[in-house]
């Protein structure tokens, strides 16, 4: 029996805030190497699943170049393997937009029906997990449901992010609410849905003209409630992560420092592929060190790292410390300056003598204060810190920022350093993100 694999990578993760400023969510680096939708990816061929459509959409240029014909991951194939699937317009009137979740899928009903699949099986390319979807596809099967949802226990405090099940004895779902105020259980939907093919094609017809068609909203509920059609809960006990705020991505990563981490990176027998760049190996210098961090090819470090994850072509001098940080790709820490609790978009320049995440005032952002109240510095791509700055907690630096933009030497906890080019990327000035955004 045939299996095909749709996975929604088009979200802008607008929670990731100026994170996501110059891609897609499931194109954000992630463990200094790979980017989140390497999960999805290597998860459908180590479960044997070879025909995968990724359906993108919002600044979808570093994800396409990320994922190319698919040779990482053995899905350069000519038969199956791995398909782009961008927005585009049909019909005299038809969106070339998608519009919401069932809408994307709606979308590309050809590319189902040309594969000619027994079970679609519908992912997130956000998530951070590996799993085995064959046994999920065969529990699906021997319970002769319409739709299966892989879903595991959140803490209460999170519930209201996902969208919340209910189920009998014998796991069938009877209830589903998707991201409800006030939650009436903490067993939340993981984004994986399995369906049978004639059914999804039946359902995504059925439901083409509802706007911004959501499956959480539109298709499921409606499921539930129809007596004729079976819908099953698959529950998922193992590692599994949604990194959709800064916060839970930064804590996420900062798991894999641990000595023994919960995700097994080195597991040999279930690989997470990725595109690399050909970089030579990390090099420690006379006065660098590391500890309980992860340190990528073609660093160099010649100051402290600790309890970090340090990505490819990072460059720490002498005398600085990095600590408790996420630090993306070729960015530099000049001499003697200090990182805590930080992450560093790519190609950021930290010069001398700076202190970035200083002190115990933890005033929350004031532009964003629900995203950035933790201590949580953000520096966003391509920024510029000037020497001897003293930066406080929960501030924000735009991409692009420079010395220019800088009131002082001294900012303090809260607060967001901007640039003109920064905001017009951030605000989604579409000129300025196509030519600046592949990477």
Partial sequence: MRTLALILAG????????????????????????????????????????????????????????????????????????????????KP??????????????????????????????????HVYKMDYSKMVNYHRKKGADLTIAAQPVDYKD????????????????????????????LASMGIYVFKTDVLLDLLKQNCNQQNSDFGHH??????????????????????????TLESYWETSLELAKSIPELNLYDESWKLHTRSEEKPPAKFGKYGGASCSLISN????????????????VYIEKGAVVRNSIVFNDSVIRSNSIV?????????????NCKIGDGDDHTPNR???????????????????PEGTVMGRNCRVFSYVGEENF???????????????GEKITAGDEDKIEELSIS
């Fill in 367 to 385: 532009d964003k204060p629900d995203l950035l109240a933790s201590g949580l510095n953000i520096i966003a791509k391509r920024a510029t810190i």
């Fill in 11 to 90: 979200g802008r993760g607008s929670r990731l805030d100026i994170l996501s400023a110059h891609r897609a969510k499931p194109g954000v680096p992630f463990a200094g190497k790979f980017r989140l939708i390497d999960f999805a990816l290597s998860n459908c061929v180590n479960s044997g699943i070879y025909n995968v459509g990724v359906l993108t959409q919002y600044l979808p240029h570093s994800l396409n170049r990320h994922i190319g014909i698919g040779k990482p991951w053995d899905l350069d194939r000519k038969k199956g393997g791995v398909t782009i699937l961008q927005p585009f317009r049909g």
């Fill in 219 to 244: 298709i499921i509920p409606p499921m539930i409630e129809n007596q004729d059609q079976k819908v099953y809960l698959y529950k998922y006990d193992d590692y599994w992560r949604d990194v959709g």
């Fill in 93 to 126: 009137g038809d969106t070339d937009w998608y519009e919401g979740t069932a809408h994307a899928i709606y979308k590309n009903i050809s590319f189902i029906k040309s594969n000619n699949p027994d079970d679609v099986i519908i992912l997130s390319g956000d």
């Fill in 340 to 352: 805590d609790k930080a992450i560093i978009d790519k190609e950021v320049e930290i010069k001398a």
């Fill in 159 to 186: 519930a209201s992010r996902f969208g919340i099940l209910d189920h009998a004895s014998d796991l069938e779902v009877t209830n589903f609410v998707e991201k409800p105020a006030d939650p009436p259980s903490n």
């Fill in 407 to 421: 009131p002082n030497k001294h900012i303090s906890s809260g607060s967001t350093i901007t640039s003109e080019q």
């Fill in 298 to 313: 073609g660093a160099i470090i010649n100051g402290t790292v600790e309890n970090s994850i340090i990505s490819p072509g």
